[in-house]
């Protein structure tokens, strides 16, 4: 007989006793659907059961005068074990909740759960789990553990219990696709994978009473019905980091030789017979093939260009679509899609400078299956053509700096890497730099014209990388993401996470302004200005820019102002004068303002102050501007802008700040607010600020990485290195945040919040 023993309160199953199958004999696999009602006293036989289960003829499906239910009581259980070894199978379990709730609803409580059981004791169960953070109280839970630790991994499946009644729920275990959860035949599971959770199919399936006291809910069970499939094939999860010296010493990009071109060592154009002509280039894992051969070159960065018109008539890998797609690789949000709008290792001709992708049906938010191409692509001279490589399920990749990104799980791209192939009317020299890939005028820059001399050569102190490799890896291949949050940004191009977007983007440009050899700078010099071509292009296209928004929005604007100074670009280097209207998250999340610490500069909110309106960005939860209002004012809203000033922007804009500075770069900037918060970041001593915050609010900043003064030290430990040296000899006073200012400009963003729609703005007076 089957061994049930109690922990902690809960009835756990004996893993070395899920052996010997209790309905008489095994199951086979394949077999047509079996039901079992509980009609009878014989509809318990290969049941084991403890504590309060029973039959309750007076509740059916169909209703009291139907057959019964199983009724499955406070710490009782039911469990039904259906072949020797673990499987895939679909379970369907119709469950009567009456709605009841403890009176406490926010405390942790395990309530009512039925679901799978797998040979080593792991479950897969769906029920009414109780936490602050789960809302039981009103809806369901999906939890992969050990069935002991409830909580260890949960999949909010967005159900609302009410109003009480029947629910079918399905767990449908397929031997290629893996898990899916459905209530009353609509799929609820958006995250939950077998493979991450460790299940590798079920041999038994059962029914948990409430496990909590006072209150304890019952649930009644009927319509249990059983279809066993064969052995799972489970997708094994291989974790690899891009960016590791052993990726770094195997991918030859990083190497190629760059020369320091100036206008006295121009290189010559190349006439179109001196070009290879060649059938298919490859870059990055890629390969377009040619209709029939054509003539081809390479940018200074080492992208490819054909000579025009052109036409691809084959792309590896291969682009996949609809049911060419292996189930087993579709994540959740390929499955919320209708096949015909499935999409792997996808492309697009000349993307739009918008937030709107379709290379890969798993991006959130952004996938728009009306851009979906599909070969042959006839290319003519100013076409872009941006291919991609999809992430496969159960790879794991290191990101830059910080993250570990996966298909499918949180907020992470679909996308592994991504190459730009461009079209050009005729040959270009050896030193152009790819046009942007969303810069349909082609505008084609030249290295030889780059101002060099505008570079400081600051002293590197001590921890300076003795290669730059690792940055010159960062910004290797192009930097294609248009739209927000990561969604639909290569994995092995760029940063994930706009923290780390601005810390790779002032670590370069700090690099940079560094009186490290030309020759050494060089590549770095010439991918940093390719990226900043490319935001610029992509800007000038119309994007309305990277918002403010907790710690997404920073890093792009540096690059394009970089690149404009030292092409000569009057309107890159002054882009927010250019495009007043573009939001960069540095400029609108910090303003002038009268601080309650007694700085004049604040963080202006987790949204900060919309570049196009003034308005301060509320969205719904107080995320706008605050610092002017003292701790004990804050509510939830201002928390979270707090938590995330500490720890996901000023400590990664120094950097940023400190090359500005170095560049003399302050005027074309254009908002000294950032400049001087990024000062106060680093020389306000919060010391007893933090105290305040801790008693008022409860929040407790006190760890190295959220003091003021933090500037990130992995993989750039010589940032702060490079500030203590330098910044305090630069001509711009250190003390500018502790200065008034006009600060009307925050003044009036707080008003306009504050007003209903459409109601007249006046100015405000000064102080």
């Known amino acids: 007989m089957l061994k049930l023993?109690?922990?902690?309160?809960?009835?756990?199953?004996?893993?070395?006793?899920?052996?010997?199958?209790?309905?008489?004999?095994?199951?086979?696999?394949?077999?047509?659907?079996?039901?079992?009602?509980?009609?009878?006293k014989?509809?318990?036989?290969?049941?084991?059961?403890?504590?309060?289960?029973?039959?309750?003829?007076?509740?059916?499906?169909?209703?009291?005068?139907?057959?019964?239910?199983?009724?499955?009581?406070?710490?009782?259980m039911a469990l039904l074990t259906l072949r020797d070894k673990d499987g895939s199978g679909r379970v369907e379990i119709w469950a009567f909740d009456?709605?009841?709730?403890?009176?406490?609803?926010?405390?942790?409580?395990?309530?009512?759960?039925?679901?799978?059981?797998?040979?080593?004791?792991?479950?897969?169960?769906?029920?009414?789990?109780?936490?602050?953070?789960?809302?039981?109280?009103e809806g369901y839970t999906a939890s992969a553990c050990d069935g002991r630790n409830w909580f260890d991994q949960l999949c909010w499946l967005g159900v609302n219990r009410a109003p009480a009644g029947w629910h079918k729920w399905t767990i449908d275990f397929d031997a290629e696709a893996g898990i899916q959860v459905l209530h009353n035949d609509k799929d609820v599971n958006r995250t939950l994978d077998a493979g991450k959770a460790g299940l590798n199919g079920f041999r038994a399936i059962a029914i948990w009473g409430d496990a909590g006291e006072g209150n304890a809910q019952t649930v009644?069970?009927?319509?249990?019905?059983?279809?066993?499939?064969?052995?799972?094939?489970?997708?094994?999860?291989?974790?690899?980091?891009?960016?590791?010296?052993?990726?770094?010493?195997?991918?030859?990009?990083?190497?190629?030789?760059?020369?320091?071109?100036?206008r006295d060592n121009a290189p010559a154009t190349p006439r179109l017979e001196d070009l290879p002509l060649k059938q298919s280039v490859s870059q990055y894992g890629m390969t377009w093939t040619f209709a029939k051969p054509a003539r081809v070159g390479q940018f200074i960065n080492g992208d490819w260009y054909v000579v025009g018109p052109?036409?691809?008539?084959?792309?590896?890998?291969?682009?996949?679509?609809?049911?060419?797609?292996?189930?087993?690789?579709?994540?959740?949000?390929?499955?919320?899609?209708?096949v015909e709008q499935r999409v792997r290792n996808g492309f697009m001709l000349n993307p739009p400078a918008q937030m709107k992708v379709a290379y890969d049906s798993g991006v959130r938010n952004w996938f728009d299956p009306s851009l979906i191409r599909k070969l042959p692509v006839a290319m003519k001279p100013g076409d872009s053509l941006v291919s991609t490589i999809s992430m496969a399920k159960g790879l794991v990749l290191h990101a830059q700096l910080r993250n570990k990104i996966e298909r499918g799980v949180g907020d992470s791209s679909p996308i592994r890497t991504a190459a730009v192939l461009t079209c050009v009317?005729?040959?270009?020299?050896?030193?152009?730099?790819?046009?942007?890939?969303?810069?349909?005028?082609s505008r084609i820059y030249l290295a030889r014209n780059l101002k060099r001399e505008l570079l400081p050569t600051a002293a590197a102190t001590q921890s300076v990388p003795k290669t730059l490799d690792l940055f010159i890896r960062f910004t290797q291949r192009p930097w294609v993401g248009t739209g927000f949050?990561?969604?639909?940004?290569?994995?092995?191009?760029?940063?994930?996470?706009?923290?780390?977007?601005g810390r790779v983007a002032g670590v370069c440009a700090l690099l940079l302004c560094t009186d490290l050899g030309p020759e050494q700078k060089e590549p770095l010099l010439v991918n940093y200005v390719q990226i900043g071509i490319d935001l610029g292009g992509v800007v000038r296209a119309g994007h309305p820019g990277w918002t403010g928004w907790g710690g997404h929005g920073s890093g792009r604007k540096l690059p394009i102002v970089f690149a404009g100074l030292l092409l000569g670009d009057v309107e890159l280097a002054n882009i927010s004068r250019s495009f007043p209207k573009v939001s960069f998250g540095e400029d609108e999340q910090t303003a002038y303002g009268n601080c309650w610490?007694?700085?004049?500069?604040?963080?202006?909110?987790?949204?900060?102050?919309?570049?196009?309106?003034?308005?301060?960005?509320?969205?719904?939860?107080?995320?706008?501007?605050?610092?002017?209002?003292?701790?004990?004012?804050?509510?939830?809203?201002q928390n979270t802008s707090e938590a995330y000033r500490r720890t996901c922007t000023g400590g990664g804009w120094v950097a940023q700040a400190l090359a500005v500075r170095l560049l003399h770069a302050e005027k074309v900037w254009g908002h000294d607010a950032f400049l001087d918060y990024v000062d106060r970041w680093m020389y306000e001593d919060d010391t007893a600020f933090i105290k305040v915050i801790k008693e008022a609010t409860g929040k407790d900043y006190d760890h190295e990485w959220s003091r003021h003064g933090w500037a990130w030290q992995e993989k750039e430990a010589f940032v702060k290195e490079m500030w203590a040296k330098h910044r305090p000899a630069l001509a711009a006073p250190t003390d500018g945040w502790k200065q008034k200012h006009d600060d009307s400009y925050y003044r009036t963003a707080i008003e306009k919040s504050q007003r209903p729609a459409g109601h007249a703005v006046a100015r405000p007076s000064g102080p």
């Open 5 to 40: 023993m109690p922990v902690l309160g809960l009835l756990v199953v004996t893993a070395a006793r899920l052996s010997g199958t209790a309905w008489g004999q095994e199951m086979p696999a394949g077999e047509e659907t079996r039901t079992l009602a509980f009609d009878s």
């Open 42 to 76: 014989e509809a318990l036989a290969g049941w084991e059961i403890t504590g309060d289960v029973t039959l309750d003829m007076t509740k059916g499906r169909e209703g009291p005068s139907s057959r019964g239910s199983l009724k499955v009581g406070p710490n009782g």
């Open 98 to 137: 009456d709605g009841t709730k403890p009176e406490n609803a926010k405390a942790h409580r395990v309530g009512p759960r039925w679901g799978i059981v797998q040979g080593d004791g792991k479950v897969l169960v769906v029920g009414i789990l109780y936490a602050n953070y789960l809302g039981g109280w």
């Open 220 to 262: 009644w069970v009927d319509d249990v019905s059983v279809t066993l499939g064969g052995p799972v094939k489970p997708i094994p999860v291989i974790e690899a980091d891009p960016y590791d010296e052993k990726a770094m010493a195997a991918d030859a990009s990083i190497r190629r030789p760059v020369v320091v071109y100036t």
């Open 310 to 338: 052109a036409t691809v008539t084959a792309i590896e890998p291969k682009p996949l679509y609809g049911n060419e797609i292996p189930k087993r690789q579709l994540d959740h949000m390929d499955k919320e899609r209708s």
């Open 425 to 441: 009317g005729e040959p270009q020299p050896a030193d152009a730099f790819r046009p942007a890939f969303c810069d349909r005028h």
């Open 485 to 501: 949050f990561g969604f639909e940004e290569p994995v092995e191009n760029m940063p994930q996470y706009g923290m780390e977007y």
């Open 597 to 637: 610490t007694g700085a004049k500069v604040v963080f202006a909110g987790h949204s900060g102050i919309d570049a196009a309106t003034g308005v301060g960005r509320s969205r719904g939860n107080e995320w706008g501007p605050y610092e002017h209002m003292h701790p004990s004012e804050w509510k939830a809203g």
